[in-house]
């Protein structure tokens, strides 16, 4: 087990766009558990993997409500194939975001394809809180962050408010 550092932004590496994965090696199985890992430990419900500073199309999430309960899920190259026309607004979060929320209007429902972490071809079809999470993670992969979905006064606080706490912390 592996707790990777988390980028936090500003910083160019969230701003970047994914290459995609030609080959699920040994080494993106072990990027994709230290991934979970991490993101349980933060804790969060997604993770993907630009966060960690791997310019590679990979997401993980686990949504389970349950208590002691795990539903893991690892996606490589994911792609929405399908959108519902009704919009959710979700109240979202980022890890690289820390103390930031604002609500978010997505597709409610999504069809998504993508490699397993056998390289298989998959197809899944999310609603709810895992379509919110896995378009959100979507998103970190073509350098989007829920803040581009605001209104750009309310993306520049929270963009100055966390550009100030860096500068404490390195100062510090
Ligand atoms: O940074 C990330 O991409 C992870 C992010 C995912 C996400 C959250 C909410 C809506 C869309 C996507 C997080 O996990 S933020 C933390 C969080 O939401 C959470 C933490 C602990 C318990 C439950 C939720
Ligand atoms: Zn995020």
Redesign the pocket.
Known sequence: MALLP?IIAPDPRLKMVCAAVNEVTPGIVNLMNDMLDT?YA???????AP?VGVTQRIIVADVCKEENKREPRRLINPEIVWESDDLYA????????PEQYSDVARPKEVGIRYLDEKGKKRQLDAEG?LA??LQ??MD?LDGIL?VDHISSLKRNVILRKLKKLKKLENAG
């Open positions: 988390i993101m933060a804790p969060g419900i997604g993770l993907a966060q979700y109240e979202e979060g980022c890890l690289s975001l809180l919110v999470c959100h993670e970190h829920f």
